[in-house]
């Protein structure tokens, strides 16, 4: 990589789910394109994946054409997603973590993500900025990547 970062890779999608499936096969040629290494890709395939379906299940009505923005940057330490929408304002690094259940018998779907998304990214950030979030997730490129 030279000094100089290259232009984001940027995706926009709607809720529709041939939209939402293009999602993996762009993070997969964006990633190559800008030389990531495939453990990091498959941890942001998660993430990504996390961020962009609690966009189109909580912030938008079921096959809304509203856009989703996914934007993929990289520097020499670390590579950068970030995921944009108009939705209601919903910061989720304020939002409560789901209880450990008891049992297997006691637990329940969905929750989790933030979870998963605290995992494997190094910082995370969120802001609301004339009508739209922004949930900026860096990973770390090299050794420090977590496991």
Not at 74 to 85: K, P, R, S, Y
Not at 131 to 144: A, E, I, V, W
Request: aromatic share 6%; hydrophobic share 45%; proline share 9%.
């Amino acid at each position: 990589m030279t000094g100089v970062a290259p232009a984001p890779e940027v995706l926009r999608v709607t809720t529709a789910l041939a939209d939402l499936s293009r999602l993996y096969p762009w993070l997969e040629a964006a990633a190559a394109r800008l030389g990531l290494p495939q453990q990091l890709v498959q941890k942001m395939q998660v993430v990504a994946e996390e961020a962009v379906m609690n966009v189109a299940m909580h912030a938008y009505a079921p096959g809304s054409d509203e856009a989703i923005e996914i934007r993929l940057s990289a520097t020499l330490t670390f590579v950068e997603l970030a995921v944009e929408d108009c939705g209601p304002e919903f910061n989720p690094l304020t939002a409560a973590e789901k209880p450990r259940p008891a049992s297997l018998v006691d637990a329940q779907p969905g929750g989790l993500g933030i979870k998963l998304v605290r995992r494997y990214c190094q910082d995370i950030s969120y802001t609301r900025q004339d009508g739209h979030n922004l949930l900026t997730l860096r990973f770390p490129l090299g050794p420090s990547v977590p496991a």
